[in-house]
C-alpha cells in the first residue's frame, strides 16, 4: 500500500490540450524542451475535471 495521498494534475500539451495525468509531471531536464504549463495537485479525478472545464472556459486550454 502506497503512502502517497491520491493526487491528479493537469498538463498542458503542446497543441495546447489538457491532459488529466495521476502522476506529477516531470520537470523538462533539457533548456531547449520548453516546461509545459500545469496545475494541480488535485484530491481527486472528478475534481481535476471540473478545474480542466474552467481552464477551457478561461481559454487557456484547447477543447478535444
Known amino acids: ?5 491520491d493526487t491528479w494534475y493537469i498538463v498542458q500539451q503542446s497543441d ?6 495521476h502522476t ?6 533539457s ?6 504549463k500545469q496545475w494541480g495537485p488535485y484530491a481527486s479525478q472528478a475534481e481535476a475535471i471540473a478545474h480542466r ?3 477551457i472556459r478561461a481559454g487557456h486550454c484547447r477543447p478535444r
Open 16 to 21: 495546447g490540450q489538457c491532459d488529466i495525468t
Open 31 to 36: 533548456p531547449a524542451s520548453p516546461t509545459p
Open 1 to 5: 500500500m502506497s503512502s502517497q495521498p
Open 24 to 29: 506529477q509531471p516531470e520537470d523538462a531536464s
Open 53 to 55: 472545464i474552467g481552464l
